[in-house]
């Protein structure tokens, strides 16, 4: 205890790190007080209150609430995270793209200009939809069309908005701003789940409570443990000359490849995908009572048939975001270029095969892991969880505050270390997502 109050001393006494705690922290109160301001127009009285599974309920998750209470900020970031991804994937489809991501920092911010751009028009049509079909009629004290007309204008200037702060976050906060917003949104949430989980037990579950709130504490330990572990390669970097003989270069480092190198965008993709199945057997439920009960299968997370077919789903993404997201022969190259090896295996060629098939051999349990944490929610709701509680034992919403809190200890750490301060781990370092290859 005494070093947890040293250590938040020497925080707080660095200018530079108190004044991006401050920062982050007045960002974040005004982006949680957007999430209560309701939309013009609307009777926030007659709104209905969304399940918390399926894709409404995640994305409902992620802005704090801010889409069941259509607030001015209802849709979050999520539109620039939609734009981001599908200029990540042009980035390995069309050239075009592909030479603005190595052109470096010109580049860059082309990229994050498009991205921003795209971002409108993403939530204008993202917007439109959710104010057509999530608000019922009797909610809108004005015409619906001239609601409508002006609703995705707000929309899109509340995720703008949205999408600034998280940038300020980064600059001016403690980094990672798109993330932390996401992060706060589902961290909102958790007081209300647990305080109705504790209501629910009432004093004859109280044991029954601890013993869910110790197995949601193993759980977080076992998520922290897939999403930090790495699989070392070594490399060796041969000795050159330079100048007067000075010989640079020889030192041993490696390439970390890490178990779950795709991060929570499987779980994102599966999840959007999930109510296909759904929505088409519900087309012929009055015409077949196969459909009819396919319906009522895909309609509730909880169902066997829901949870195989999005672990499934989860383990394909897997595969498919790790495969664009690392690519074996452009780490080969870049290690030849710089006059490195992995001990053992030739350069060039040899060494992306070598680093595909450990990649591949890593990436299977990693998927299947993966795959586990998605459905721990619906195990923990048929044991008797209350969703709201349930949706902490796993999923999106777990991977998402591990990940970020590690990155903030990790920004928060590197700030004391500089300083010569010790450091927040007794042993060891914390390691955030974005580890890359070092030299």
Known sequence: MNKLITTFKHIFSIEELRGRILNTMLFIAFFRLGSYIVLPGVDATKLSQPSDGGLFGLLNMFSGGALSNASVFALGIMPYISASIAIQLLTIALPYFQKMQKDGESGRKKLNQITRILTIFVTAAQGFTYLQVTIPTEAILVDPWFFRLYG???????????MWLGEKITDKGIGNGISMLIMIGIVSRFPASILQEAG??????????????????????????????????????????????????????????????????????????MFIPGLVAQSFADKSEFASSVAQSFGDFTTWQYNVLFAFLIIVFTFFYTAISINPTQISDDMKRGGGFVPGVKPGEETAGFIASILDRITLPGAVMLSIIAILPAIANLFGVTRGFASFFGGTSLLILVGVVLDTLQQVESYLLMRKYEGLMQSGRVKGRSEVITR
């Open 152 to 162: 995705v204008a707000i929309l899109v200037g509340g995720t703008m908005f949205c």
């Open 200 to 273: 629910s037990r009432g004093m004859a579950g109280a044991l029954l409570f601890i013993i869910e709130v110790i197995a949601l504490f193993f759980i977080v330990m076992g998520a922290i443990m897939v999403t930090q572990a790495v699989r070392r390669i070594p490399v060796q970097y041969a000795k050159q000359v330079v100048g007067s003989n000075m010989a640079v270069g020889g030192e041993r480092q490696y390439i970390p490849l890490k178990l779950n190198a795709s991060g929570v965008m499987p779980i994102i993709f599966a999840q959007a995908l």
